[in-house]
């Protein structure tokens, strides 16, 4: 899946921040719409931030499908 598709995923749920730290690295906050609930991600590469952000909407999903 391309990250394009992964973002307008991730944006339907939560509302994004994206920054850079001094190091280079990237800082992806995600705040789920429903909950509040906020999580962050940092790593070197725009590509891995994305796919954490994407992987954690997936088990955020999981885990309401379940308490459902």
Known sequence: ???TTKL???LQL???SLD???DDNIIL???NKRTKSRETFIDK???VVIRKA???MLKEMKINDERD
Do not use: L, Q
């Open 45 to 47: 590469a725009y590509t």
């Open 1 to 3: 899946m391309k990250n």
């Open 54 to 56: 994407f992987s954690h």
């Open 20 to 22: 850079m730290n001094d």
């Open 14 to 16: 939560y509302t994004i």
């Open 8 to 10: 307008k995923n991730i």
């Open 29 to 31: 906050t995600a705040i």
